[in-house]
């Protein structure tokens, strides 16, 4: 059996969770999202074709197309790409520039215009 401050503290809880439902219950419908992460695959005439097949294609506006290359292909990717298909990195160093070799700092990224990780 609940003790009389339990119970308040279950009704107040339930309240503020039927707000919070009801709040977020008129938040737009969100966009379908494709990612799709290349892993250590491709060559650069594998890339090439990719990226033809992808700028010829027809996406849905309801649609957000997202495609993670291998480091190496990023930047030609990122420059060759259409603009409503984004492109990400598969990995982001987790500390600021510096003699990390073979890392990719954040703001590596972001300096190409890769805005997802």
């Given at each position: 059996?609940?003790?009389?401050s ?8 339930a ?31 594998q890339?090439?074709?990719?990226i ?11 649609t957000?197309?997202v495609v ?20 990400g ?10 003699a ?10 972001s ?7």
């Open positions: 059996m609940l003790s009389n339990a119970r308040v503290a279950v009704a107040q809880s309240k503020a969770g039927a707000r919070a439902f009801h709040a977020s219950s008129k938040v737009e419908a969100r966009k379908f999202f494709v990612g799709g992460n290349w892993k250590c695959n491709g060559s650069v005439s890339v090439n074709s990719l033809s097949m992808l700028n010829q294609s027809t996406l849905s506006t309801d957000e197309v993670c290359p291998s480091q190496v292909y990023l930047q030609g990717v990122q420059e060759k790409l259409r603009g409503d298909v984004k492109v990195a598969q990995d982001c160093w987790v500390q600021g520039n510096g990390f070799t073979g890392e990719t700092s954040a703001d590596m990224l300096d190409m215009g890769v805005g997802w990780v």
